[in-house]
Structures are given as structure tokens and as C-alpha cells.
């Protein structure tokens, strides 16, 4: 066999193990399948036009677990411990809507409906490095929420007061959630979540790592040039680069594999 095509063999075999080994984990690991996402939308952006690396951005590709693997923080908690995800407090989720496709969104604050009341114990200690709450409502009984919640979330992109009308909430326990780049809660009036929290039941999967810009052939595929134009303008030149890079480096084996072997071979046995 040519020393040429033994290299392209040991090259392309390196290749083809690495990613199905890393199939089988991510798989296994993940509880859910298919175990990524593409992303379609800036709602997570902490940019208005480029792709960042530990950001969830248009034409990232997301590893997801399942809900039931995933240790599920909101905003409020994570304020209060450091957990971090994706450049902000708390965990990101993947949910369901009535119409249109599942929603990438952050989990802001979990509520919870008893007989009538609702209630957000988190609440109690969501204050700042001063020690006042970074909360309001009608009441200020964290246990008996009424009228309009305001939440000022000060941290990540923005750095924002967000409202909802505990009194017009539909009656199950559940998350506020909202995408990092936008300005309200998803559960606000006229919004894509109105009124309706997001209960266990409707989470498909929980954002759990990011492979920076690899989302974008799917876009590209799917004739959404638009999205990457418009949000992400650094996506596909950065992938092209981190292609370039990985054929560089498996070339590179293969060829410092052959030289080995070559060296090997001229060695005189004893």
C-alpha cells in the first residue's frame, strides 16, 4: 500500500472513531434524542450581531439532557448560590408551545399555586449585595403573591426591571422564563408564553453544552442565511476556520503516524 493512501486510511479512521465514540456518550449521557438542538433565534444573544463562545447565539449547536438528568436552577436561586449557564443565573430551557417550535429561554423564577395562592419561596433571599430585595409586588409576603410581581434582574446582557401580573396567571405551579436578550418575561401580555408558565411537563430538554457555530449548516441547509446575516455575522467564517483546523491536525497525525512507522522499519533488528 502507498504511503499516500495508508495516511488518508489512518487520518479518516481517526476521524470516524472519535465521532461515534463521541455519539455513543453524548447519547447515553443526554436521556434525550435527537441529543442536540440547533439555534435558531437571538433571543440568547448577549450581542446584537456576533456569535460568543459560552453564549447561546444564532447557529450554535446545543448538547440537551433531559429534564429528569438535569439539576433545573432558576435565575433567583442561581443570584443566590453562583450558578451559572451560559453567561447568566440559572439554568436554559427548552420548552413546548401551543404553536410554532419549542422555545431556548431561561428559567427566571419558579412559582408555585396553592388553592389560590401563589408563592416563590426563592424569593426570600433574592436581595442584592446590600441586602435589599431585588423584588416588589402588591404584597410582600413572598408566600402570598398578588397583583404585579416586578423582578430586577442585574446581571448577564441586560440590566432590567421585568413585570408580570400574578393575578392573571393561569392556575398551575411552574417557571417565569426569558431569553436573555429580550426585554420581557415570556409570560407578559401578548407575549409567546402569555399568562402560561412552564410546568415540568411541557420541558423537552435542558440546555446542557455548547458546540460553538456547528447549528449553522443547518440554517445554511435550511436556507436561513438571513438569521446568520443578520445576528450571528461571525458564525460561519469561525466554523470554516475550526474546520480547517480539525482536517489540519488529523492530516497532521496521520502523516507524523507514518513517519513513525516508516522510522520504525528502517530501524536495523539486533
Known amino acids: 500500500m502507498k504511503k499516500e493512501n495508508l495516511t488518508t486510511i489512518i487520518a479518516l479512521g481517526i476521524v470516524v472513531i472519535i465521532l461515534v465514540s463521541g455519539i455513543i456518550l453524548v447519547k447515553n449521557a443526554s436521556g434525550v434524542n435527537p441529543p442536540f438542538t440547533a439555534i435558531e433565534s437571538n433571543s440568547m444573544q448577549h450581542s446584537e450581531d456576533k456569535s460568543q463562545i459560552g453564549i447561546i447565539d444564532t447557529g450554535d449547536m446545543i448538547m440537551v439532557r433531559s429534564f429528569e438528568k438535569s439539576n433545573v436552577v432558576s435565575y433567583v436561586e442561581g443570584h443566590q448560590t453562583g450558578h451559572q449557564e451560559f453567561g447568566d443565573y440559572g439554568s436554559v430551557l427548552i420548552y413546548k408551545r401551543p404553536v410554532g417550535n419549542p422555545v431556548i429561554h431561561r428559567a427566571i423564577l419558579w412559582m408555585e399555586y396553592d388553592s389560590g395562592t401563589w408563592k416563590a419561596p426563592s424569593l426570600?433571599?433574592?436581595?442584592?449585595?446590600?441586602?435589599?430585595?431585588?423584588?416588589?409586588?402588591?404584597?410582600?409576603?413572598?408566600?402570598?403573591?398578588?397583583?404585579?410581581?416586578?423582578?430586577?434582574?442585574?446581571?448577564?446582557?441586560?440590566?432590567?426591571?421585568?413585570?408580570?401580573?400574578?393575578?392573571?396567571?393561569?392556575?398551575?405551579?411552574?417557571?417565569?422564563?426569558?431569553?436573555?436578550?429580550?426585554?420581557?418575561?415570556?409570560?407578559?401580555?401578548?407575549?409567546?408564553?402569555?399568562?402560561?408558565?412552564?410546568?415540568?411537563?411541557?420541558?423537552?430538554?435542558?440546555?446542557?453544552?455548547?458546540?460553538?457555530?456547528?447549528?449553522?449548516?443547518?440554517?445554511?441547509?435550511?436556507?436561513?442565511?438571513?438569521?446568520?446575516?443578520?445576528?450571528?455575522?461571525?458564525?460561519?467564517?469561525?466554523?470554516?476556520?475550526?474546520?480547517?483546523?480539525?482536517?489540519?491536525?488529523?492530516?497532521?497525525?496521520?502523516?507524523?503516524?507514518?513517519?513513525?512507522?516508516?522510522?520504525?522499519?528502517?530501524?536495523?533488528?539486533?
Open 124 to 270: 426570600e433571599n433574592f436581595k442584592d449585595s446590600n441586602g435589599n430585595p431585588l423584588w416588589t409586588c402588591a404584597s410582600d409576603d413572598f408566600n402570598n403573591l398578588t397583583g404585579t410581581l416586578i423582578l430586577t434582574l442585574n446581571n448577564g446582557y441586560r440590566n432590567i426591571a421585568v413585570s408580570i401580573n400574578v393575578d392573571d396567571l393561569l392556575p398551575h405551579s411552574g417557571y417565569i422564563t426569558m431569553g436573555d436578550n429580550n426585554a420581557t418575561v415570556d409570560q407578559s401580555a401578548s407575549n409567546i408564553s402569555l399568562n402560561n408558565l412552564v410546568n415540568p411537563e411541557r420541558i423537552k430538554s435542558v440546555a446542557w453544552k455548547e458546540i460553538p457555530w456547528l447549528g449553522s449548516l443547518k440554517l445554511l441547509a435550511n436556507g436561513h442565511t438571513s438569521y446568520l446575516n443578520n445576528y450571528a455575522t461571525n458564525s460561519v467564517p469561525c466554523l470554516a476556520a475550526l474546520f480547517i483546523t480539525i482536517i489540519l491536525s488529523v492530516v497532521s497525525i496521520g502523516y507524523l503516524f507514518d513517519e513513525f512507522v516508516s522510522k520504525k522499519k528502517k530501524t536495523p533488528t539486533p
